[in-house]
């Protein structure tokens, strides 16, 4: 049950795109396609944004696309704004006991 | 609306017991895997236990294994926690959270939390 790897930090100006990295094992985000993403801005709880990989909930912009590759999977936010800035976690299905394991999180700063 | 509730939260001496409920409404409760998930000042999150619509698929982060309990009762709506054995580690805020399926898929939605804090 170790946590997926991710960057601690990224940058991006406004209109840019950035992609976090998550990695993970062939027993968690390489052996399903239950990854997701999750956006937390500070004293807030998180708010799903990318589930199945790739799928966004209702409600959550297009900009925000998710895919995997092997055991790593990618969030890319396009077309950068300010209200992006906050943690993301990735997080992936890890089997019948362990259910799910969280990523170190990435802190997104806009420019 | 989907609302999730936490209470049970407040400060903790080692070694002792605390229990934590989850009051939901807003969706049938019954279909869906719930979880705890925690995050401990200025740290990420951390998945800690759950449990299948049904009752019969649990789980638990090896840190809680044999401390912690997770139940549901699907008549009340209410998701729980049974807390024992505490840390200074465990020391936290606890996130309810809905499943996106009935077994496993996504954490969908959380509740607002309920703090638990080391008295020492």
């Known amino acids: 049950q170790s946590a997926l790897t991710q960057p601690r930090s990224v940058s991006g100006s406004p209109g840019q795109s950035v992609t976090i990295s998550c990695t993970g094992t062939?027993?968690?985000?390489?052996?399903?396609?239950?990854v997701s993403w999750s956006q937390q801005y500070p004293g807030k709880a998180p708010r799903l944004i990318i589930y199945d990989v790739s799928k966004r909930p209702s409600g959550v912009p297009d900009r925000f696309s998710g895919s995997k590759s092997g055991n790593t999977a990618s969030l890319t936010i396009s077309g950068l704004q300010a209200e992006d800035e906050a943690d993301y976690y990735c997080?992936?299905?890890?089997?019948?006991?362990?259910?799910?394991?969280f990523g170190t999180g990435t802190k997104v700063t806009v420019l | 609306e989907v609302q999730l509730v936490e209470s049970g939260g407040g400060l903790i001496q080692p070694g002792r017991s605390l229990r934590l409920s989850c009051a939901a409404s807003?969706?049938?409760?019954?279909?869906?895997?719930m979880h705890w998930v925690r995050q401990a000042p200025g740290k990420g999150l951390e998945w800690v236990a759950g449990i299948s619509w049904n009752g019969n698929d649990i789980g638990y982060v090896d840190s809680v294994k044999g401390r912690f309990i997770i139940s549901r009762d699907n008549a009340k709506n209410s998701l729980f926690l049974q807390m024992n054995s505490l840390r200074s580690e465990d020391t936290a805020m606890y996130y309810c959270a809905k499943d996106w399926r009935s077994n496993y898929g996504a954490l969908h939605i959380y509740g607002q939390g309920t703090m638990v804090t080391d008295s020492s």
């Open positions: 997080c992936s299905y890890a089997g019948t006991y362990s259910f799910y394991v």
């Open positions: 062939s027993s968690d985000v390489g052996g399903y396609n239950y």
């Open positions: 807003g969706f049938i409760f019954n279909d869906f895997a």
